[in-house]
Nanobody
């Protein structure tokens, strides 16, 4: 059974940085970070698929960097220049997909999720 465990969430001031980690029990080709703010729908943040370029939502492009260490079965999210609107619970998700199939998969279609880690950015 696949398990995803996130860590690294914290409370920081605007302009600060955080690094999130997601460790998987299995090597899965399509992995991504998603977030859900209070009262909002879950949204995609960044995705990293094996042998493909990472993708980002427009709201985080240029500030966040997603990377993966396949040997360690770990996905990372480096978050810089954090803003109060980045406040949310951040989730790691995975799917047995490659290439554009990973990038085009809707949030609701991911069926492997971690428990989430809270990021709070104060102004």
């Amino acid at each position: 059974q696949v398990q995803l465990v996130e860590s690294g969430g914290d409370s920081v001031q605007a302009g600060g940085s955080l690094r999130l980690s997601c460790t998987s029990t299995h090597a899965i080709p399509c992995m991504g970070w998603f977030r859900q703010a209070a009262g909002m729908e879950r949204e995609g943040v960044a995705r990293a698929v094996v042998e493909g370029p990472p993708t980002y939502s427009d709201s985080v492009k240029g500030r966040f960097t997603v990377s993966r260490d396949d040997a360690a079965k770990t996905l990372y999210l480096e978050m810089n220049s954090l803003k109060p609107e980045d406040t949310a619970t951040y989730y790691c998700a995975a799917a047995w997909l490659y290439g554009e199939s990973c990038n085009q998969r809707r949030v609701s279609e991911f069926n492997l999720w971690g428990q989430g880690t809270q990021v709070t950015v104060s102004s």
